[in-house]
């Protein structure tokens, strides 16, 4: 069984590798952190991708469901043969000018202990909770085993006989676990477990190697103790829900914006597409994200002078975004009933929600009253931040030439508005729902949000490895 | 500023790494600047690695967590094997379902649901003819039995019996 889950990591992975070798250039040489970098994109992306095709597959042929490994594996083969011969093909114009700043093998000592600390934590967490948190087998689990037990009758797991299970809610990890379980040809708990393992070590992953990408290995191995060794982000890491995959293409696909400018173009463009329709694809909040995403690149094509690379980036952007977007939308919203918080029926209610005071003073008092339980945590962590950032400041402002990252602070910005309105505007009780969705709605952000910060710190911008341009 | 924001760095910065070399010396931060950030960055990771222990600690102090889905697995499997994977049943439970009543009985009606799916389970009325009762105690059979309108049909113990309207 063991072989066959692995199996369904690696098919997702070269699954992964195609797009992103398809659509990120192959540079001449490997710059520290890029190959792990585009390595744990493909994983997240591979297994998104994987997802969707399992979906469609589910649709279309619920029962051929059995065979879809085959298929899959033999894609992943062919796949595999075509970013292999891509790798090894060198393009003619990069341009590699590695970091040369001081080694700090002691970060990188103290992000290792951290991450060898969090890992067994979040090992521990899972053999608690082998099933996950309770959303997880109230919603994602349940709705996993509507796929693997009847695929001939998938649209039962949207049923609007059970509105507690959210059936609104985007298929992504529920598809993903089937997937697996399809593959292991059994209802193993393996599974999903690993993937809410796999997600959460994805996620620092990410976070490490993107920043040390873009020429700041200091504030990788920093940021990514700091995610690693967040309270809530470890109790998560073994909850089996879909709030860290959330957090994890969010970070994709704010780290891919911030990549934007350096000559990629189309392809990023599109890669970003994908990763935001990923997001779309797991929870409603990232289809705010998406609409949030499709707003920033609109904004960032009115600053751009080259007609036809703008025209090329929002064109790629809305192409990459459109298979997921579609098969969320056409497959879900036109099935299920509409959303208990968002929805056109709650239209005029919610303006009237809106426009009432007391409703804005309760969400700060409900959210004043959670993040109080984390002061100290949450203190000591801003004071520390903060010194860096003084000390950091002065080299920043002399050196970065690049000031990309201020659109993730904008995308971050909007989106924790949209968090507060929501709030704003719930048919629930407002300290209820503060009360348990607060700290899995700030772990959607908070990868992005130390990836931000640090990227606005690293101390010069390299030129970066870039093949040919996209 | 957007325009300068978004230039490709390809543009901007074409510098060669020979002239990145010399333009990092000069760049270097002075002495105070560079040791607080050293200080900062230090006591970043020993707060995170304290952090991180601290978790560790709780994980392995909390005691084994009581694992409610194994319980209603074993409890239900019974009953799952006699329901038909396609139906839509009824659930009856002695607990209050309303979550404002504490959250016991709608995560036990929520746990039945996740074991005997793609049976779905209802809980308004009318509740179709199939009835599945899942209660706290083990001997409710008898009590269940006086249910207006319900025939037990099976009793699979543990609290479990599957009942059928009165015709």
Redesign the interface.
Known sequence: MMHQIIMSFLTAGVLGWLVVGTLLPVPTRWHPGEFANRSILALGVGIGVSALMYFIWLVLGPHRVPNYPWLETGLALAGGYLVSRTVARSPPNATP?PY??PK?N??KL??A??AL??A??AF??AI????GF?DA??IW??RA??FF??PN?WR?AF?P??P??HPDYPPLLAASVARGWTYAAEETIVVPMLYSLLFAAATVGLLVTALRRAGHP?GG??AG??L????AF??HSAAQMADLPLGFYLLASIILMTR????Y?RGAAALLGVTTGLAAWTKNEGVLFALIICAVMW??R????DGRSRQFRTAAAVTGLAVPMLAAVLGLKMLAPPNDVVSIARLHHAFNQLVDPTRYAAVFRAAGTVIGHARV?LG??AL??T??G???C??HA??S????W??GWLVIGLMASSYFFVYVITPYEIAGHVDTSISRLSLHLWPSILYVYFLGMR??????V?GK?G | MITEMMTPTSQRQTRQPSDATSEQRRLVAPAPARFAQTVANLALVSFSLLVAVQSLRAAMRQPHFFNPTAVTVQRLSAVRAALPPDAVIGYRTDESLEVAAGGEGISRYYLAQYTLAPTVLVTRAPLPDVVVGDFIDPSAGGRVAKLPGLIPVRDFGLGVILLRHAP
Request: no cysteine; hydrophobic share 50%.
């Open positions: 000018a040369a700043g700090r002691v970060l103290g992000f202990l951290v600390v969090a067994a934590t521990i967490r608690d909770y082998p099933h309770s087998w109230a689990n349940l085993r509507f037990r009847a009758d039962r049923t006989l059970l507690w299970t200091d191995w920093l103790a700091l690693a060794s967040t309270p470890l109790t934007l400018g350096e000559g173009e904004l960032i009115l600053g751009r002078t945590w000591s962590v520390i931040l010194i860096a003084i000390a950091g002065r080299r002399a050196n030439p690049s000031n990309s201020a659109w101390p010069r911008v390299i030129t970066p870039v341009a």
